[in-house]
């Protein structure tokens, strides 16, 4: 089975500009997890997605956002990017509660 | 807000010491999680505890999940130049899916 796919793998924005980034999950593994990781923070959690529907959110400001689509790929959106915005973002995906298997992350620089 | 404190942040030794890393929190988890992360990749999980008191061994290392469910710990014995990598430790929550991740330890082991 291929693994947790993310893309792009690396990006470079300004302030002020927009990203989305794309997960496709594990086949068959219907919930989406997204998380943070920033040498001061460490990995937070954004918010997770199963069947579409949001299920959980992290302590994150409405500039974040993200959705599922019918085939369980998963994108996250960042508007009007900050400096602090720049961080390795993760997903990770899993069937139900059962171990999440993460991707490699997209590493964004915000300049 | 739950916190995960991990000890030591670094830890750099000699290949064949051992070593033990801490995770600790003020709060109680249904299971604790310990991942590895190596540059450029997402977290890999290790092992998974769920019981107070469950002592865990997977080849040189060995989890242990504190009697209250409120701290873990991680020993490796005789480290190897392999085992070098960001060790994270995540909780579970009782009342969510979320997991709460740890401020990891970087552990550097020289040949």
């Known amino acids: 089975k291929a693994g947790v796919t993310q893309t792009p793998r690396y990006l470079i924005k300004t302030r002020g500009q927009q990203v989305t980034l794309s997960c496709s999950p594990i086949s068959g593994h219907r919930s989406v997890s997204w998380y943070q990781q920033t040498p001061g923070q460490g990995l937070q959690f954004l918010f997770e997605y199963f069947s579409e529907t949001q299920r959980n959110k992290g302590n994150f400001p409405g500039r974040f956002s993200g959705r599922q689509f019918s085939n369980s790929r998963s994108e996250m959106n960042v508007s009007t990017l900050e400096l602090g915005d720049s961080a390795l973002y993760l997903c990770a995906s899993r069937t139900g509660t059962e171990t999440q298997y993460f991707g490699p992350g997209t590493r964004l620089l915000v300049l | 807000t739950q916190l995960l404190e991990q000890s030591p942040q670094f830890l750099s030794i000699q290949e064949g010491e051992n070593l033990t890393v801490y995770c600790n929190s003020s709060s109680v988890f249904s299971s604790l999680q310990w991942y590895r992360q190596e540059p450029g990749e997402g977290p890999v999980l290790l092992v998974t505890v769920v019981t107070g008191g469950e002592v865990k061994k997977l080849k040189r290392l060995t989890f242990q999940f504190g009697d209250a469910r409120k701290d873990s710990s991680l020993h490796i014995t005789a480290a190897q130049p392999g085992d070098t990598g960001l060790y994270l430790c995540?909780?579970?929550?009782?009342?969510?899916?979320?997991?709460?991740f740890g401020t990891g330890t970087r552990l550097q082991v020289f040949p």
């Open positions: 995540a909780g579970g929550p009782y009342n969510t899916d979320k997991l709460i």
